[in-house]
């Protein structure tokens, strides 16, 4: 960590570093299909940043993109496969893994399209069926 707000992060191998500046919009878990498939576990734990606090440092020219929809573009690094971030334009945010940024102190809030939960997590946050209606979902909560 260079300040108490300014958190270092890479990929798995270390070509691709960045920094993240401020604080984030939102942590959390998201449980959807997507989600999942793509960080081959139960559940993603993300952390969503304004793209300006995002700063490649190293390796750009090692990021590769996929968008299997509109509404998400993955990023990885091509020479270890890491993934790293995913922007999501329609919210105008960018959500950097929070397993990439080590120092960042992970407070997750909120669980989203948690209808699609492998994992069942009781810990006391919000649980939305998909996410809530600020940002374009139901906003339906579910139970625990």
Not at 57 to 62: E, N
Not at 122 to 142: A, N, Q
């Amino acid at each position: 960590m260079t300040t108490p707000s300014t958190y270092c992060g890479s990929c798995f191998c270390g070509a691709v570093r960045f920094t993240v500046s401020g604080a984030p919009e939102a942590m959390g878990y998201c449980h959807c299909e997507s989600c999942r498939h793509w960080s081959a576990g139960p559940v993603n734990a993300f952390s969503l940043w304004k793209p300006e606090c995002l700063r490649i440092t190293q390796g750009a020219d090692h990021i590769r993109t996929y968008s299997k929809t509109p509404d998400s573009v993955r990023q990885w690094c091509d020479r270890c496969g890491g993934h790293i971030f995913t922007e999501h334009p329609a919210l105008g945010l960018v959500d950097v893994y929070v397993a990439v940024i080590p120092e960042l102190r992970f407070a997750p809030e909120i669980h989203v399209h948690y209808q699609e939960a492998r994992m069942h997590m009781t810990d006391g946050l919000e649980k939305f069926r998909d996410v809530p209606l600020e940002i374009g979902g139901s906003g339906e909560r579910m139970t625990e």
